[in-house]
């Protein structure tokens, strides 16, 4: 069965840094687009970065030039690379995966921006 899996998460300071991962099993990665979501406390969950089966990205205006999505077609895994945080960085983060059939999301990881 599809499973995601994500990590990495924790609490930093502003400004710093922070690389998400995201283990998939059950499908074959290489052929499907793969996004980070997140959700805040109070907010509504929203697109961070997506990575298409080409390699191609896309990106919320409110990470654009701080966070860099990638993929590892060989490890089966989806990274986030997130600098210059701010404090409104911080939610849940989750890694989901879309199938013909359905979407498939992890559990999520923490991220914190706190001084």
């Known amino acids: 069965q599809v499973q995601l899996v994500e990590s990495g998460g924790g609490l930093v300071q502003p400004g710093g840094s922070l690389r998400l991962s995201c283990a998939a099993s059950?499908?074959?990665?290489?052929?499907?687009?793969m996004s980070w979501y997140r959700q805040a406390p109070e907010k509504e969950r929203e697109l961070v970065a997506e990575v298409f089966s080409s390699g191609s990205t896309n990106y919320a205006d409110s990470v654009k030039g701080r966070f860099t999505i990638s993929r590892d077609n060989a490890k089966n895994t989806v990274y986030l690379q997130m600098n210059s945080l701010k404090p409104e960085d911080t939610a849940v983060y989750y890694c989901?995966?879309?199938?013909?059939?359905?979407?498939?999301w992890g559990k999520g990881t923490l991220v914190t921006v706190s001084s």
């Open positions: 059950g499908f074959t990665f290489s052929n499907f687009h």
């Open positions: 989901k995966v879309a199938t013909p059939f359905m979407d498939y």
